[in-house]
């Protein structure tokens, strides 16, 4: 059974940083794409960042370009959003996706595996 979990989530001022993490069991890891996806309260959710199954090609929205980075650590099953200048408008709940060795040119929201998502909320 595939289990997809983030942590990492919490409270922080604007221009801070913080550290998601996404924890993956039941599939071999390296054999998929993964990403991170955010909603927000009353908007649609969002693609971040998606990284390629082979890490060969890593994606990031405009509106995080710059301030995030996606990693992945394939021997701990364990995929990493940095965020990094944190601003309110990035309040939402972060998910984490994967889906089988999907060709990363952009995050679309068709990925299989989802997890439950953490609360990240950027005070002013």
Do not use: H
Request: aromatic share 12%; glycine share 10%.
């Amino acid at each position: 059974q595939v289990q997809v979990v983030e942590s990492g989530g919490g409270l922080v001022q604007a221009g801070g940083s913080l550290r998601v993490s996404c924890q993956a069991s039941g599939l071999t890891f390296n054999d998929y794409s993964w990403a991170w996806f955010r909603q927000a309260p009353g908007k649609e959710r969002e693609g971040v960042s998606c990284i390629s199954w082979s890490a060969g090609s890593t994606y990031y929205a405009d509106s995080v370009k710059g301030r995030f980075t996606t990693s992945r650590d394939n021997a701990k099953n364990t995929l990493y959003l940095d965020m990094d200048n944190l601003k309110p408008e990035d309040t939402a709940v972060y998910y984490c996706a994967a889906d089988f060795q999907v060709v990363v040119t952009s995050c679309p929201d068709t990925f299989g595996y989802w997890g439950q998502g953490t609360q990240v909320t950027v005070s002013s």
